[in-house]
């Protein structure tokens, strides 16, 4: 069978920009990110940066330029997004405020010939393409983790992301359909922390007085550190915070960690997943077919591996992977079941 290896490995060159790949360097991709106001969404612009500057310098493309709002607002975003096509750029990859407030822009874009790819927080119109890891199995693996930790159960905090972003309502509804399957445990309260470790801290610190005692605190990403801070500074016993993968809460964890055996898990998308759209887009401006819906997998640190990551992880900023074209090549090779 190794004839399905060699077609399969040629196949991989030519979607990720092999000799046989049209030539793209006269194309211009813009990234319209909705938010930056956290951890995370600064190391996701540092990964676009670091990425699509270096596919500039060798003429992969001709321009990869960043644009973010002053605020998560939809009107602002698809303000943006009109003066982008406008602009004339070939390609956006958005990080989308809404699922729907921003189709009637993107639905815009499409009509003017540009190349739409949506990325965590992604969008419904059917022009457009998607990228997302499983958001709602990373919230249910939360309380599938806490379940087997705390077979007892109890009461949970939960603290979700930003509003109305297609993210948060994920997360959330796994986080809830698994208290639902497991139903030793119920959800207390629940805070919204914008996946900021300041607004988590002063928004747990606000809801613990009217809690009862709580085992454990479901989280998004960028909002577990505040938590711990805010619980430690009221007195209460420390729950399992689950964590999202930021440099401060990897941090913390392993001071408890060393002071204590404190364990824990941590899950969130990887930042790097904006220079896997940026990739996607290349292919699809390059002419390759490319499926609507992509699927990549959640960045998860146990117990185990928690120094490794923690010594990759850059202060102030948030494990992560950066994609390459062939990483790219084969994770549409996978959605195509190659």
Known sequence: M??????????????AGGSAAADTSDKRIALSNNYAGNSWRQAMLRSWENVTG???????VAAADAFTTAENQVTEQAAQIQNLILEGYDAIVLNAASPEGLNGAVKEACDAGITVVSFDGVVTEPCAWRIAVDFKQMGKDEVLYLAEKLPDGGNLLEI???????????????????V???????????????????????????ILPSLPEIVGV?????????AAQAIKAAGRDMPVIVMGNRH???????????????????????????????????MILDGEEVPKDLTVPFLR????????????????????TLYSAEDAARVVAEAKGM
């Open 2 to 15: 190794k004839w399905i290896n060699v077609a399969l490995a040629t196949g991989l060159l030519a979607l």
């Open 180 to 206: 639902a399957e497991n139903p030793q445990f119920t959800i207390v309260g629940s805070v919204h922390g914008d996946w900021a470790q300041d607004v988590a801290q002063k928004a747990v610190a606000g």
């Open 160 to 178: 979700r992301g930003l509003a109305g972003v297609f993210v948060d309502d994920e997360i959330s509804a796994g986080i809830h359909e698994g």
């Open 218 to 226: 479901v989280t998004q990403g960028g909002d577990g550190y505040g």
């Open 54 to 60: 270096q596919a500039v310098t060798d003429g992969v």
């Open 248 to 282: 401060d809460e990897l941090t913390w964890w392993k001071e408890q960690k060393d002071a204590n055996g404190y364990e824990t898990m941590s899950v969130s998308i990887a930042p790097g997943v904006s220079t896997l759209a940026f990739w996607v887009a290349r």
């Open 301 to 320: 640190i146990d117990q185990g591996n928690l120094e490794e990551n923690l010594a990759n992880t850059e202060a102030g900023g948030v494990a992560n």
